[in-house]
């Protein structure tokens, strides 16, 4: 039996978790079900398992990751490419489940930091929503550019029934997603204090309530790397590489970069002023605009950590 305080990594699939625990020199397979939830726990409990760590696997971790979170372990959900790159470093190339949970772990163990978020319903609930809303949404818009060439008749029949299906589906989420907001204080205190910022509205707010909840409670520079747009550097010896954007939460990137358009340009003094002097320095649009998102995070995270709302006169300094 391993002492307590042991880390446990899980590599989760559709029908089955792969479990190891490095320590213990110990592994086993469970259904990923309600009745392989409960078997695993009485293995974590067994094994003394302390943190539990897994990749996260297109969803199906979910269910797993509350069951253990309810039953009061410590779960941290990791990027499967930090993972790879770790087993790599590690001088690890093959790959299958049991070395993939053998390798949860041992990254688990490595950096010990980790830590898991706090179980929040609510927040996962609206993540739920934006995320089907995003998709429901990309599908619609392929469908209308399939409609828009030459088609049989029935075919253009059933591309404008599926049109009409899905914007009553994307209106029946936003009401949701209205509700959501409106319905939990503190949603609807952050999306206040959010829509005050001229050029975000209902859905930027629902998108950086529901994907970057540590908004207002980190400083700037990890509110930047969470988001996506801190510029990493690629420098060796005398070699000064090109700053480069990578990682970070995608869905909310690409969900504000539309209204991030619209401040920067028209709507947002402070983000277009910004906008316009990065622009006359000779930046490239594309980088002009990453940088304006960069300081627009900035700024809603410390309106967010003080409860303030927009005032131009302290965010043109910001």
Known sequence: ??????????????????????????????????????????????HGAAKVVMEATAGYEMACRKFLMTAGLEVVVVDPKRVRHFAKSAGQLAKNDAIDAQMIAWFGEVFDDLTGKAQDDEREELEHLLTTRRALGLMQAKVENWSGHERPKLVQKAYQALLRTL??????????IAAQINGTARFAERAEIIRSVPGL?????????????????????????????????????KHRGRRVIMGG????????????????????????????????????PKVALMACMRRLIGILNAMLARGEKWDPSKHALA
């Open 249 to 284: 939460r995608r869905k909310l990137r690409t969900l504000l970069y539309m209204p991030l358009v619209g401040a920067a340009t028209r709507h947002n003094p402070v983000l277009k002023a910004h906008y316009q002097r990065l622009l006359a320095r000779g930046k490239e």
């Open 167 to 176: 914007a009553c589906q994307i209106d029946k989420l936003d009401d949701a």
């Open 1 to 46: 039996m391993a002492q307590n305080g042991a880390i446990v990594g899980i590599d989760v699939s559709k029908d089955k978790l792969d479990v190891a625990l490095r320590s213990a020199k110990v592994a086993a397979i469970f259904a990923n079900n309600g009745d392989g939830h409960r078997e695993l726990l009485t293995w974590l409990v067994h």
């Open 201 to 237: 509205r209902d859905v930027s707010a629902a998108g950086l309530i529901a994907f970057l909840p540590e908004l207002g409670r980190v400083d700037r520079q990890a509110a930047a790397a969470l988001l996506g747009v801190a510029p990493f550097d690629d420098d060796s010896g």
